[in-house]
């Protein structure tokens, strides 16, 4: 079974300063793709950014960027510059085309909460 | 502007009534997707379609049911059979077919805030 795991359920930050949101997941698949979005205060599920497994160089989007580390199944999220607009619950998924291409896999979520 | 729509943001159910919840995209994706969202838990599959008139089990089906009869529509019934329904349930679609990239991807409609009274 793929699974994915968040250990923090809640985080913490300061304005300005980074802030550092740990995903894990199972699987025996090597082809996949990993995602984290952002779920603010209106609820609404924003994608953040995406990582394809067969690609060794780390995603980034703009104050976002990952820490893909393949042989160790781990996927976090780095937020640089924390904004009070990045108070949100943020979810770790995984999908994987040939185990299930329509069985995206979340995991519990993260509260982060940016203080001014 | 393309998306998704969800209606109604909320809504009160009666014990023993059952509910439909809308889900319309026009980004014209094949496949869409119902979850069930708890407070402290991630998101649940409870249904998903890869095609018109086609839908399968997620993990949580017991006490829902769907339909596809159009690419644009996937609507979620919450019978009485579903024991616990309060909750925020969400709805998603993607491109899946043709090797479409990013893969998987999925895009989130506003969400429906189900109460029982």
């Known amino acids: 079974a793929q699974t994915v795991t968040q250990s923090q359920p809640e985080m913490s930050v300061q304005e300005a300063e980074t802030v550092t949101l740990s995903c894990t997941y199972d699987t025996s698949e090597n082809n996949y793709y990993l995602f984290w979005y952002k779920q603010p205060p209106s609820r609404q599920m924003i994608l953040v950014i995406r990582q394809e497994a067969y690609k060794q160089q780390n995603a980034t989007e703009n104050r976002f960027s990952v820490n893909f580390q393949k042989a160790a199944k781990s996927f976090s999220l780095k937020i640089s510059d924390s904004q009070l607009g990045d108070t949100a619950m943020y979810f770790c998924a995984f999908i994987s085309p040939r185990y299930n291409n329509n069985d995206m896999r979340f995991g519990a979520g993260t509260r982060l909460t940016v203080k001014p | 502007d393309g998306g998704i729509t969800q209606s109604p943001k909320y809504l009160f159910r009666k014990e023993g009534q059952n509910v439909t919840l809308s889900c319309e995209q026009n980004?014209?994706?094949?496949?869409m997707y119902w979850y069930r969202q708890d407070p402290g838990q991630g998101l649940r599959l409870i249904y998903y379609s890869q095609i018109v008139n086609d839908f399968q089990k997620g993990d949580i089906a017991e006490g829902y049911s769907v339909s596809r009869e159009k690419k644009e529509s996937f609507p979620l019934t919450v019978t009485s059979a579903q024991k616990n329904p309060t909750a925020f349930y969400l709805c998603a679609s993607a491109e899946t077919s043709g090797g479409a990239f990013p893969f998987g991807e999925q895009f989130f409609g506003p969400g429906t805030r189900l109460t029982v009274l």
């Open positions: 980004l014209n994706h094949d496949a």
